[in-house]
């Protein structure tokens, strides 16, 4: 472990962008934070914390000069390396046959070119969605060419979490606030008197970058406070959620009346699926021009909440909003484990922050658990 | 030459705001004529062609007697038919009437009541004709308009989803206003289209394009009543240019004292 001083952080986002890199990173914006480029330290949240409930979120003042001390902002990385829109078929008509071509990845994010990518900042949880989402787009069969080419040019700077929000539950999920693996670089801040950060080169790019900056070799004294910030934000934790079992507990109580009783309150409006660092759904539309000489493939953004996400010929399969409710949840704590060998949740609270009408998913874990049916679960 | 197919537009009760959306198309509009014919529009061209026609795209809502019958003729000349904006596909703003006695209104704001002839009720166009699809907004999105006129074109379904206005809202990456500072948005309940215009200035939205899909209501204002909003003021949010849509109005009516 090596200890960095402030005043050399923006000389390590100069070393990224002098090999290349677009920084991106929390910044403030419109009374939240967002991910967005950044070009130096002074465009991070710099004395920023947030509040953050069911359906609430805000930005306060810290009484220190923290770059990062907030917990998760409204975005996800996942805009970066799973757009909200990409296109994946050009087609011309050419006399009575059609000639296809699908943009490289280089062009196909609404035509802006694919960058190298430097993530400033990543929290642990948010760390783990992108290596679950790895195994998604390119560890379950099928690979997703855009992912692939914005993933392999990725370098990651993780900032563990020294702030826990009111909806945080990373813990619980084994999920943070300490980044394991998967960084480039991982950073713990500790800013107080004196304002430094202890560092963890996890790649090979990482250390290069690492040797290259001003750092010594971290005190023990340094190294303990780093650990009791990071134990702060354990301690912090909003909310908790039991996993022991949940997986079965959910597959078998398919018809719990706690399901019908939150699709009374559920919106279906599909934002905790959309801020979901996790999910990966899209729809495939096709569009042409008015001549129909041309047409468009893209994909975009979309979740289990539209009745059209589960339209097959003849009608929607999840028409109530109980069975799409059903659906995202049991797939996020259930199916998925199935699916991908690790559960689709994190813990980063954002469902909980992001809901209108505040559902809170450790909440209905709760429910389930505490009126679960014995019965049915005996026979597991 | 393969003969291009026919358009007429049609107005009844309304601000003629959706039809200029056509003509709000410019750069487009002059493809559109290249498929089209545009046999009457009166807005656009006095040459009027006579029908029937391959497509009638129908603005504004029902509110007289005379009306009532003009859209039967207007459905038998017409293959397709499509209505377009909260006038056509709900009744409008004028459909406030339908919550009080229109007779009031007549005797409050014209001086020669007798003069005037209406319906008690501004209904939608598809209360009284089979409508073809209904194309939501007030007014319209003009790059709506002409993904439904180029899908009618091509042969092809058009990619006009009825989810939430939160899903453009999320994609285009708006802090979502409803969580961050707090006014109310009617997004998570109103069908998109608009690509999420008022929460990208700030504003919650209005429900200019009527209810989306499934639309829980109830839910959103019992939150918004536990954190002290009054049922007039409730009441009033689903009261405007979609009043008439049927979950906004049993929405607003729930909270009428
Ligand atoms: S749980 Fe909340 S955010 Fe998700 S669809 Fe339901 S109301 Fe919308
Ligand atoms: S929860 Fe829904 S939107 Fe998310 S990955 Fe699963 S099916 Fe897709
Ligand atoms: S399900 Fe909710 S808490 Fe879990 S990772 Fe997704 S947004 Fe975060
Ligand atoms: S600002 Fe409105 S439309 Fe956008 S996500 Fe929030 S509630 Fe939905």
Same mark, same amino acid.
């Given at each position: 472990?090596?200890?960095?001083?402030?005043?050399?952080?923006?000389?390590?986002?100069?070393?990224?962008?002098?090999?290349?890199?677009?920084?991106?990173?929390?910044?403030?914006?419109?009374?939240?934070?967002?991910?967005?480029?950044?070009?130096?330290?002074?465009?991070?949240?710099?004395?920023?914390?947030?509040?953050?409930?069911?359906?609430?979120?805000?930005?306060?003042?810290?009484?220190?000069?923290?770059?990062?001390?907030?917990?998760?902002?409204?975005?996800?990385?996942?805009?970066?390396?799973?757009?909200?829109?990409?296109?994946?078929?050009?087609?011309?008509?050419?006399?009575?046959?059609?000639?296809?071509?699908?943009?490289?990845?280089?062009?196909?994010?609404?035509?802006?070119?694919?960058?190298?990518?430097?993530? @400033?900042?990543?929290?642990?949880?948010?760390?783990?969605?992108?290596?679950?989402?790895?195994?998604?787009?390119?560890?379950?069969?099928?690979?997703?060419?855009?992912?692939?080419?914005?993933?392999?040019?990725?370098?990651?700077?993780?900032?563990?979490?020294?702030?826990?929000?009111?909806?945080?539950?990373?813990?619980?999920?084994?999920?943070?606030?300490?980044?394991?693996?998967?960084?480039?670089?991982?950073?713990?801040?500790?800013?107080?008197?004196?304002?430094?950060?202890?560092?963890?080169?996890?790649?090979?790019?990482?250390?290069?970058?690492?040797?290259?900056?001003?750092?010594?070799?971290?005190?023990?004294?340094?190294?303990?406070?780093?650990?009791?910030?990071?134990?702060?934000?354990?301690?912090?934790?909003?909310?908790?959620?039991?996993?022991?079992?949940?997986?079965?507990?959910?597959?078998?109580?398919?018809?719990?009346?706690?399901?019908?009783?939150?699709?009374?309150?559920?919106?279906?409006?599909?934002?905790?699926?959309?801020?979901?660092?996790?999910?990966?759904?899209?729809?495939?539309?096709?569009?042409?021009?008015?001549?129909?000489?041309?047409?468009?493939?893209?994909?975009?953004?979309?979740?289990?909440?539209?009745?059209?996400?589960?339209?097959?010929?003849?009608?929607? @399969?999840?028409?109530?909003?109980?069975?799409?409710?059903?659906?995202?949840?049991?797939?996020?704590?259930?199916?998925?484990?199935?699916?991908?060998?690790?559960?689709?949740?994190?813990?980063?609270?954002?469902? @909980?922050?992001?809901?209108?009408?505040?559902?809170?998913?450790?909440?209905?874990?709760?429910?389930?658990?505490?009126?679960?049916?014995?019965?049915?679960?005996?026979?597991? | 030459?393969?003969?291009?197919?026919?358009?007429?537009?049609?107005?009844?009760?309304?601000?003629?705001?959706?039809?200029?959306?056509?003509?709000?198309?410019?750069?487009?509009?002059?493809?559109?004529?290249?498929?089209?014919?545009?046999?009457?529009?009166?807005?656009?061209?006095?040459?009027?062609?006579?029908?029937?026609?391959?497509?009638?795209?129908?603005?504004?809502?029902?509110?007289?007697?005379?009306?009532?019958?003009?859209?039967?003729?207007?459905?038998?000349?017409?293959?397709?038919?499509?209505?377009?904006?909260?006038?056509?596909?709900?009744?409008?703003?004028?459909?406030?009437?339908?919550?009080?006695?229109?007779?009031?209104?007549?005797?409050?704001?014209?001086?020669?009541?007798?003069?005037?002839?209406?319906?008690?009720?501004?209904?939608?166009?598809?209360?009284?004709?089979?409508?073809?699809?209904?194309?939501?907004?007030?007014?319209?999105?003009?790059?709506?308009?002409?993904?439904?006129?180029?899908?009618?074109?091509?042969?092809?379904?058009?990619?006009?989803?009825?989810?939430?206005?939160?899903?453009?809202?999320?994609?285009?990456?708006?802090?979502?206003?409803?969580?961050?500072?707090?006014?109310?948005?009617?997004?998570?309940?109103?069908?998109?289209?608009?690509?999420?215009?008022?929460?990208?200035?700030?504003?919650?939205?209005?429900?200019?394009?009527?209810?989306?899909?499934?639309?829980?209501?109830?839910?959103?204002?019992?939150?918004?009543?536990?954190?002290?909003?009054?049922?007039?003021?409730?009441?009033?949010?689903?009261?405007?240019?979609?009043?008439?849509?049927?979950?906004?109005?049993?929405?607003?009516?729930?909270?009428?004292?």
């Amino acid at each position: 472990m090596f200890t960095v001083d402030r005043t050399n952080v923006d000389q390590l986002f100069r070393l990224l962008q002098q090999k290349g890199y677009t920084l991106i990173g929390p910044t403030v914006r419109d009374g939240a934070l967002i991910l967005d480029a950044i070009s130096s330290a002074s465009d991070l949240p710099v004395g920023w914390t947030d509040d953050q409930g069911p359906a609430h979120y805000r930005l306060r003042r810290r009484d220190d000069a923290s770059l990062f001390g907030y917990s998760v902002g409204a975005h996800s990385w996942k805009r970066y390396l799973f757009p909200p829109a990409v296109k994946l078929v050009d087609a011309r008509r050419q006399g009575r046959s059609m000639d296809c071509t699908s943009p490289s990845p280089d062009s196909a994010s609404q035509g802006t070119p694919l960058k190298k990518y430097a993530f @400033i900042g990543v929290k642990p949880c948010e760390l783990n969605a992108i290596l679950i989402q790895d195994k998604v787009f390119l560890g379950s069969g099928t690979v997703d060419p855009f992912y692939k080419a914005a993933r392999e040019r990725l370098f990651i700077v993780a900032a563990n979490c020294t702030q826990a929000s009111g909806t945080c539950f990373c813990a619980s999920m084994d999920a943070g606030p300490r980044a394991q693996r998967g960084f480039d670089l991982a950073i713990t801040e500790v800013a107080g008197k004196q304002h430094y950060f202890v560092i963890d080169a996890g790649s090979k790019k990482g250390t290069e970058i690492l040797l290259e900056l001003p750092h010594r070799k971290s005190s023990q004294q340094e190294l303990d406070e780093a650990a009791r910030r990071v134990q702060k934000a354990t301690d912090q934790m909003g909310r908790q959620l039991d996993t022991a079992g949940v997986r079965d507990l959910l597959l078998k109580n398919p018809e719990h009346p706690r399901w019908e009783e939150v699709s009374q309150r559920c919106l279906n409006c599909a934002n905790c699926t959309l801020v979901c660092p996790t999910c990966f759904c899209s729809s495939v539309e096709d569009t042409t021009d008015l001549a129909g000489k041309t047409a468009e493939r893209w994909r975009r953004w979309d979740s289990c909440f539209t009745l059209d996400f589960s339209y097959i010929h003849g009608g929607c @399969i999840r028409s109530s909003g109980k069975s799409r409710f059903r659906q995202w949840m049991t797939h996020k704590l259930a199916s998925w484990n199935d699916q991908f060998g690790s559960s689709g949740c994190v813990g980063c609270g954002r469902c @909980i922050t992001w809901c209108p009408v505040g559902i809170d998913i450790t909440e209905e874990v709760r429910a389930i658990r505490g009126t679960k049916r014995q019965e049915q679960l005996m026979h597991s | 030459m393969k003969r291009t197919p026919t358009l007429a537009v049609w107005k009844f009760a309304s601000c003629d705001g959706c039809q200029l959306s056509l003509l709000d198309c410019e750069a487009e509009l002059l493809a559109v004529t290249e498929r089209l014919t545009i046999a009457n529009f009166v807005e656009a061209s006095r040459e009027v062609l006579k029908g029937p026609y391959d497509l009638s795209l129908v603005e504004g809502s029902i509110t007289t007697a005379h009306d009532a019958e003009r859209i039967h003729k207007i459905r038998r000349i017409s293959k397709t038919l499509i209505t377009i904006g909260a006038c056509a596909t709900a009744g409008g703003i004028q459909a406030l009437r339908n919550f009080k006695d229109v007779k009031e209104f007549v005797s409050i704001v014209y001086s020669t009541p007798a003069y005037i002839e209406t319906l008690s009720k501004s209904t939608p166009i598809a209360n009284h004709v089979y409508v073809d699809f209904e194309l939501h907004g007030c007014p319209i999105n003009k790059n709506q308009l002409l993904e439904v006129v180029n899908a009618y074109l091509n042969g092809r379904k058009p990619n006009i989803p009825a989810y939430s206005v939160c899903v453009e809202c999320k994609r285009r990456g708006i802090v979502c206003g409803l969580v961050a500072a707090g006014p109310p948005c009617l997004g998570p309940v109103t069908h998109a289209g608009c690509d999420a215009l008022c929460p990208s200035y700030h504003r919650g939205c209005f429900g200019c394009y009527g209810p989306k899909e499934t639309p829980n209501t109830g839910s959103l204002t019992s939150w918004w009543k536990q954190s002290g909003m009054k049922d007039d003021e409730l009441l009033r949010l689903f009261r405007n240019f979609n009043a008439y849509a049927d979950a906004f109005r049993k929405e607003s009516e729930s909270h009428e004292k």
